[in-house]
Each structure stands twice: as C-alpha cells, then as structure tokens.
C-alpha cells in the first residue's frame, strides 16, 4: 500500500520543505559566492580593501554569541534569504562587486535594507555558521559558546572564522592561556588561524546541514521513516541531497541524530 500521510504529517513536511530548501539554496549560492571572492582576493589583493569600504565596519562576530536558531539559521527561513543571494549573485559578476566604481549593494540581502554592514555581517555569519555544521557536525555559534571550557570547540572555531576570537567565551580562554603561559596553546591557536579550511567530514554536507537545523528545532524525532522519506526522497529529489534508497537514509539519519545528540549531551554537561 503506497505511503498516504495524514493532515498533520503532510503540513509538517510541506513546511520544512521550505525551510529546507531554502537552506540548502542559501547553503550553495553563498558558498559559491564568498568561494569566488576569496580566490579573487588572493589574485588581487587590493579588492579586500575596496570591499571593506564598499561594505563599511563589519563585526559579524558578534552574531556567534546569539542564538544560532533565532538569529542564524532562522534568516534563512524566515527572511527568504536564499532567493535574494541567488539574485544578486546572478545579476552582479565578482568584479562588479569589488570594483571601486560600483556600489556592492550588500544591502540587496535582506528585505529591508537599512544597514549595509549589518546586512552583510547576518548573511556571512549564516555561511560560516553552515561550513561550521559541515566541516564539524555543529554550528560556529555552539563551538564558540563551549570555547572557554573545550579546547576542541575552540580550534575548531577558529579554523572556521578568526574572527571569533573576538567574542567572550573565546577571549577568557586566551586570557587563561597568557596567565598560565601555555605556551603549546599558543602555538596551536597560530597553526588553527593559518590553516582554517578543514576538509568536510561527511559525503552528505548538505543532508548533514538539514538534518542538524531539524534536530536544533526539535522536529527530527517526530519524523518517521516513511515521512522522511516524502521529504529528502520526493519532494526535495532535484535536489539531490541523498542518493541511496530509504532504508539506508534511515540508518544515515539514526547515525546522524546519535551523532547531535552525543555532541548537545557534551555540550549541556561541559
């Protein structure tokens, strides 16, 4: 008998359909996007000053020590950001947003523009707080509220973004650090900032990413197999976020939810 789901399950599904898609759309148009500014950068090094200026101060830091749900992840849910990053990276190649003759427009990336580097900062946050889940298993936002009391978390941080050297939890470890002369942490905090980039530790990257925004939300346990697989399976199928059957997307997604949960369990108790 074919898989009929009730009104409650379907309204579920529909719903994070969305959200999902929207995710995964945001997760792969700024990952190209910031990609491409990077290798630009280091071609011509004199764009990161004009970006600097196009953008203004920037101190996107300060958004790792919010709330990852509400203030990260629910940007893109909530504010269709994804849509608007599509339309601007589709509309403005990189030299026309470094050149210092055109405006980068930044502000394009939320609906209510008012605040260019504010704007910038959330959708910058919102990339490293995804490469966070994908190279590490959890947001940049968790790493950084364990970095004072798990070294672990703290490198792994600053791999993803130095710049969360600036937020308290990161700062009163280095404060320790200095006081007891810790010499060994010093040296591996300059070998964390030299080499950021942690290759991805899954083949899934962004299933990995959906499934840990459902389990932050709460909602991962209520899905059932057969409701998960209406979500990754069939309704989002162009995307192409799994490519096996669904008795293997089952066990991924047990593995994957024992996985968060030992990690949430280590972090509550930390």
């Not at 929207?22 to 990077?38: K, P």
């Not at 709460?218 to 069939?234: D, G, I, P, Q, T």
């Not at 949960?261 to 972090?267: I, V």
Request: hydrophobic share 40%.
């Amino acid at each position: 008998m074919a898989y009929s789901p009730g009104p409650k399950e379907i309204a579920q599904i529909q719903v994070w359909g969305q959200i999902l898609r929207g995710l995964v759309i945001n997760y792969r148009t700024s990952d190209a996007l910031f990609g491409e500014i990077s290798r630009s950068i280091m071609v011509e090094p004199e764009r990161a000053a004009r970006l600097w200026e196009n953008v203004g101060p920037v101190e996107w830091w300060r958004l790792y020590e919010k709330s990852e749900l509400r203030l990260v992840f629910g940007s893109v849910a909530r504010l269709g950001m994804s849509e608007l990053l599509v339309e601007v990276a589709e509309s403005r190649g990189l030299p026309g947003l470094l050149s210092p003759n055109q405006d980068m427009r930044v502000e394009e990336f939320q609906p209510n523009p008012k605040n260019r580097a504010a704007a910038f900062a959330g959708v910058y946050a919102v990339w490293n707080n995804m490469r966070a889940v994908v190279m590490f298993g959890e947001s940049l936002n968790m790493l950084v509220k364990r970095a004072d009391r798990d070294d672990e978390a703290f490198f792994n941080a600053v791999r993803v973004d130095p710049s969360c050297l600036s937020c308290a939890p990161c700062r009163r470890r280095m404060s320790r650090a200095a006081l007891t002369q810790s010499i060994g942490f010093f040296k591996e905090l300059g070998g964390a900032i030299q080499r950021p980039k942690a290759v991805q530790s899954t083949r899934y990257p962004e299933l990995d990413l959906s499934l840990y925004l459902m389990f932050r939300g709460k909602v991962l346990e209520h899905f059932s197999e057969k409701m998960l697989e209406e979500l990754f399976l069939v309704r989002l199928a162009d995307l192409k976020l799994y490519s096996k059957d669904l008795s293997s997307l089952a066990r991924y997604v047990q593995r994957r939810r024992d996985s968060m949960a030992t990690r949430s369990s280590k972090s509550l108790s930390s």
